[in-house]
């Protein structure tokens, strides 16, 4: 078989640059897509090709798949790597900026697909891996409009996989778990900044400390090369598997979500923050 032509999208830093890293070692043709261009300057030595892309902009992602096709022919698989999480209350989350993050982790994410599925179609084979959450299957606190992105991205995910099916296309979505990246220690930020002077301005502290302790330290989330060898699986596989839950808490928070009373639940979720600040 001829090596496999990948494009990953959010290839500059983090899961998407391992996950560029680890498709080329095993052979692929790795086509790297990120805003932030120069910091995939390393992965060339690799053969990974930079591309632009901004995935609120259809102009630049539409180049980015040209230039793919017109290169190789085809695309074999495409995985929706890039996204962003805004934490905050949903009362506090600008609304402006809560429609950035469904645009870029929900809309981009389809407009892409869409892109590339009529040469898939054509080639009655390929691949479509979505980078999901655990959030996108258990709320978590403060995580608002992240977890309305996420679980819009399972449900996307699982459309796709029932309506490209019959066209010989795969779609395999990714459930993370805690992975230690600077995603919580940006988001934590922005949770502190976005609730400051709000009723709930001690309890989103507290939660962020929390945050910062554990995206810090190198023993208590799992390392990102875990996801990229999940990713690895779905993209390579004869037979993916219609969803990888990998990393820390991503079998247990959906089975306890599931299985618990939703008022449990939603105290076990305020358990941390509320624990040492009066509501307010």
């Not at 060898?229 to 390579?236: E, P």
Request: hydrophobic share 45%; aromatic share 6%; proline share 5%.
């Amino acid at each position: 078989m001829s090596q496999k032509v990948i494009l990953i999208t959010g290839a500059s830093s983090g899961i998407g640059l391992d996950t560029a890293r680890m498709l080329a070692s095993k052979g692929c043709k790795v086509y790297g897509a990120a805003r932030r261009v120069e910091l995939m300057e390393p992965l060339k030595e690799l053969g990974v090709v930079p591309l632009y892309i901004d995935l609120t902009d259809p102009v630049s992602m539409q180049k980015c798949v040209n230039t793919i096709l017109e290169a190789e022919g085809r695309i074999d698989a495409l995985v929706n790597n890039a996204g962003y999480g805004q934490l905050g209350p949903i009362e506090c989350v600008p609304i402006e900026d809560a429609r950035k993050q469904m645009e870029v982790n929900v809309f981009g994410i389809a407009q892409l697909c869409s892109m590339v599925i009529p040469a898939m179609r054509a080639a009655h084979s390929g691949r479509i891996v979505n980078l999901s959450s655990i959030a996108g299957k258990a709320v978590i606190y403060f995580g608002g409009w992240y977890n309305v992105s996420k679980f819009s991205v399972e449900a996307l995910s699982d459309a796709l996989r029932i309506e490209l099916k019959p066209f010989g296309i795969d779609v395999a979505k990714i459930e993370p778990g805690g992975i230690r990246t600077p995603w919580g220690i940006i988001a934590a930020k922005h949770l502190e900044e976005c609730t400051r002077g709000s009723a709930y301005q001690k309890a989103a502290s507290d939660e962020a400390a929390i945050f910062n302790k554990a995206y810090s330290s190198k023993n208590l989330l799992s390392s990102p090369k875990r996801v990229a060898g999940a990713i690895c699986r779905a993209c390579l596989s004869r037979r993916p598997k219609a969803c990888y839950r990998v990393g820390v808490g991503s079998g247990l928070m959906p089975a306890m979500h599931s299985l618990l009373p939703a008022r449990w639940w939603d105290s076990l979720a305020r358990l941390f923050a509320y624990s040492k600040s009066a509501v307010r």
